[in-house]
């Protein structure tokens, strides 16, 4: 006689008692899966204490915090602005300095950079390139993310080259540079002075266009940025602005990481 895997079992003489049926392997597979499946859903909701861990407002709020500084350090800088010019109406009024002092004092204050300043002026605009771009050149390779975005020293190119070619100001989105700026990127942000940029960047500067559009063509960190806006898509700009009045910087000057010699 032959045994089936439905038949019950018997013993070496044929007499011996009869074994449980055998589970089949797909019982075992489903009560698997189901378990599998309960302890998934326990994790879940353990991690989740009863919260949607697809929308966590905590994954948020360092960004908030960011923004929200930034917004603070604007309106305190608009107020040291406001602050700034009452001082110097009482100055004004009330001066014992000579007319030769109050040019010499001025022409500082105009060095500075914290009085406005008109002039012809020149726009260079930078900004990020599509997120789907590709190679439009031939013997170029795939994009990397780092590829296509701005980093801090495309904008320190263009700042450093505006200089070069005899700018008189240069203000970067809405803040006017001066002697103690730095020009600092944290991922694809801007951080100036305190405050939060997206792209695209705008900088502007006065000065004698030709020369500033000259020192932007010379520059060979510039020169390696556009071989990217060539292939990749990176943004880049430059316009002539005709006559345009930068504002004067409005924030601290103090030193807090610097002290004089001597």
Known sequence: MSNSADSPGTGATGTGPARGPRLRPVRILTAAVFALAGLIFFTSFDTAKGTDIRQDASLLKLSDLIQQRSRKNKGLDESNATLRDSVESLAESDDGSTKAEDEKLSGLEQSAGTHELTGKAVTVTLNDAPPDATAKLPGYPEPQPDYLVIHQQDLQAVVNALWQGGAKGIRVMDQRLISTSAVRCVGNTLILQGRVYSPPYRITAVGDPDRLKQALADSR???????????????????????????????????HYAKPVG
């Not at 602005?241 to 601290?252: A, N, Q, R, S």
Request: no cysteine.
């Open 221 to 255: 960190a510039i020169q390696t940025y556009m071989v990217y806006v060539n292939v990749y898509g990176l943004g880049w700009n430059v316009t002539d602005d005709g006559t345009v009045t930068l504002p004067g910087y409005t924030g601290t000057v103090d030193l």
